[in-house]
């Protein structure tokens, strides 16, 4: 509100779940930052499901702005409104920081700093570029814990020669440099924010409205609504991939535990909740999987890393076993780049010294099965939904039952 009070426009502040009709009243959105749901099975994909983003898809075919920062780029990305992809299909994804130097693991998950960010695009292309040049860079916040961009090489080409890379990390020159610190997350081509064909809506990681050096993307803002939405006219065209559900398997070599919570799931009950309000009256667990490849003496090893606390918190975690039931689907959801297990390994073998420990991959085990029915006949619909994972940026399998 502060940030568009000072740029000359009239905020107000709409909720989530106020009547989503009411939006239409209005000349354009900001959809701010935080942690929707949490940030629960993902930041963005669960506040992307509610009925309001489908007000704000409509009002955005109108040519209004619609700009998402931080949590609000995350929603915006797993709605599809950005990059545009016909039907709206998933074609980006938000997934884990990744901040490597040398070779080793600095850091994943949350990280707040200032960056710089290179405006790419002519000042005309989009909502929120026109009052900067070509090259200019400014210098903003940046607080996230799920910021790297990530997209196919193919659609990424697309989106390049449409100029949809209107943001870009770089050091205090304008150099585009792909690595930490300099692109702080990881991000693919150093993105930090990226348009739709159209040129209205936006989706940026780092947070030009905590300071004033952010202001000219929102007086960007105000003069695209005062022109009339001048959206311009860009092809998009790009069919992505549907991840078929293959069976998990694993050589002799490797051992797999399941974390089991003793409090309260809360991520799986916000998951169960939003698929419920989507129609799917389901059963739905969420367990902690690890995949541990060793080398050696492998009953001596696994005791080593159990008595490190490394993989779990054993005040309100146990190792327990894989669901079993005939009628439970059990999916197991893994980042195709695993930061968390990279820098788990590093730990055990660096830290600990754990000798034989050859690899280690972290994953998610959701099971689901239905009151009453055969899950078979409404998994395939599920997983259309995202909510258990993107395709971009994760493996799926259905679990071994042998497990």
Not at 12 to 19: K, T, V
Not at 223 to 229: P, Q, S
Not at 369 to 381: A, E, P, T
Request: aromatic fraction near 6%.
């Amino acid at each position: 509100l502060i940030a568009c009070d000072r740029v000359g426009m009239d905020p107000i502040e709409f909720l989530w779940n106020d009547e989503p009709e009411k939006l239409s009243e209005l000349d354009g959105y900001v959809i701010v930052g935080g942690f929707s749901y949490e940030d629960r099975s993902r930041a963005g994909v669960i506040a992307a499901l509610d009925p309001i983003m489908g007000q704000i898809r409509l009002e955005s075919e109108k040519g209004k702005p619609v700009l998402g920062i931080c949590n609000g780029a995350q929603i915006l990305v797993e709605s599809g409104l950005v990059p545009g992809l016909d039907n709206y299909q998933i074609g980006i994804a938000l997934t884990d920081n990744k901040r490597v130097r040398d070779g080793h693991v600095i850091g994943v998950g949350y990280y707040n700093t200032w960056v710089n960010l290179k405006m790419s695009v002519p000042s005309n292309r989009c909502a929120f570029s026109r009052h900067l040049e070509t090259g200019e860079v400014i210098n903003i916040p940046l607080a996230h814990g799920e910021g790297r961009f990530l997209v196919s090489e193919p659609l990424l080409e697309t989106i390049i020669s449409n100029e949809q890379d209107v943001y870009l990390y770089c050091d205090g020159g304008g150099k585009t440099l792909d690595e930490f610190p300099v692109n702080p997350n990881g991000s693919i081509h150093n993105l930090a924010a990226v348009c739709n064909p159209e040129g209205n809506i936006m989706a940026i990681m780092p947070h030009p409205e905590r300071t004033e050096k952010g202001d000219a993307i929102f007086s960007s803002m105000r003069e695209f609504i005062e022109m009339n939405n001048p959206v311009v006219s860009f092809p998009l065209t790009y069919v992505q991939e549907k991840q078929e559900l293959i069976d998990y398997s694993t050589d002799g070599s490797s051992t797999q535990w399941v974390i089991n919570m003793i409090i309260t799931d809360n991520e799986a009950s916000s998951v169960r909740n939003a698929l419920s309000r989507l129609g799917y009256d389901i059963i739905l667990t969420r367990q902690t999987h690890w995949e541990i490849t060793t080398t050696g003496n492998k009953v001596s090893i696994l005791d080593k890393i159990d008595s490190s606390g490394e993989l779990y918190n054993s005040n309100k975690e146990f190792i327990g076993e894989a669901n079993s039931d005939e009628d439970t689907i059990s999916i197991l959801v893994r980042q195709k780049e695993d930061m968390h297990g990279r820098l788990k390994h590093e730990s055990l073998t660096q830290r600990f010294q754990i000798k034989g420990l050859e690899k280690l991959r972290r994953g998610v085990l959701w099971n689901l099965s239905i009151k009453g029915g055969n899950i078979h006949n409404v998994i395939n619909d599920i997983l259309e939904t995202n909510i258990l994972f993107n395709p971009l940026s994760h493996e799926c399998y259905q679990i071994n039952r042998t497990l």
